[in-house]
């Protein structure tokens, strides 16, 4: 069988499946890249090939099985573009989004490329962060927290995969990292306990519980890291803080009763959806 009428079955099974047309003719040209380890151009070319005995069918079927189960993508393939670079992912780490790459920007705003300047990332998950601003600011010393060892694992492997000075920290928030930092950058679980049946199967039923929600509002890391940011940052440093749709109130408030932590900004996604919060410790 040739090449386009593998993906042509594979994009008909997804469809009855559920998956959306478009989307389904994406993810069987994605899985058929990846199973048989070609880029998106080299695949275009060989569409009227045969399918390669190197592969089996049975091999790329199971695939398309998996993404059918509403397995995310990223899970399936194994990574995630972040940044411009491949992060590995699986269960245990949250699949980074395209909305965190404004966190990375808004904090290398704030890291001058001369100078020397302690970062701590924390809910590290992938690393995506820490290993993205290691790359990005290479005289930055780069440290990084999280609560699960499965999530640390994986983020030492991005590191090394990019080449990325960062000291790995396992614990709660601020707990086990010491300070003081000049800023600290989090994307945090942030999603009420309420929610959880509006969400896609794809992140509910595979990504970490852990990594996505906490507590009735979506408020309760957050609150614990605003409440110990104060000590943990120099004077003048800042806390970068991603939130969900429509906490930016009740963050702002929590900021504002916070000893020593003005609240500098809340900044919009590119939807306009105030998505990043920016703190300063005062004297």
């Known amino acids: 069988m040739r090449i386009h009428e593998v993906l042509r079955q594979a994009r008909q099974v997804l469809q009855a499946a559920g998956i959306p047309e478009d989307e389904a003719t994406r993810d069987a040209e994605w899985l058929a890249r990846h199973a ?15 399918w390669p005995s190197t592969v089996t069918r ?70 995506c962060l820490a290993v993205t601003l290691a790359c990005e600011r290479p005289l930055a010393q780069v440290s990084a927290t999280d609560v699960s060892e499965g999530a640390l694992r994986i983020a030492v492997r991005n590191a090394a995969r990019h ?14 990292a010491h300070g003081p930092w000049d ?23 595979y990504e970490p519980a852990q990594a996505l929600f906490s507590g009735p509002e979506g408020l309760d890391v957050i609150a614990g890291l605003v409440a110990s940011a104060p000590e943990a940052l120099t004077i003048g440093g800042t806390l970068l803080m991603e939130i969900g749709a429509g906490q930016d109130a009740a963050v702002a408030s929590l900021v504002h009763r916070a000893p020593s932590l003005r609240l500098e900004a809340i900044r919009p996604d590119l939807q306009g959806i105030p998505r990043m919060v920016v703190a300063t410790r005062t004297a």
């Open 36 to 50: 048989l380890g070609l880029d998106r151009a080299s695949l275009l070319v060989c569409l009227r090939d045969e």
């Open 183 to 205: 800023l600290i950058v989090s994307n945090p679980p942030y999603i009420a306990e309420r929610d959880r049946a509006t969400l896609m199967d794809e992140v509910v039923r």
């Open 58 to 127: 049975e091999a790329f079927d199971a695939l398309v099985a998996r993404r059918t189960s509403r397995e995310p993508m990223a899970y399936i393939i194994g990574e995630q573009e972040f940044f411009g670079r491949a992060f590995e992912v699986g269960p245990g780490v949250l699949i980074p989004r395209p909305e965190t790459e404004l966190l990375v920007e808004e904090t290398l705003r704030r890291l001058d490329p001369a100078r020397t300047c302690r970062v701590l990332d924390v809910g590290t998950g992938s690393g």
């Open 163 to 176: 080449q990325a000075t960062v000291a790995w920290h396992h614990g709660t928030l601020l707990a086990d």
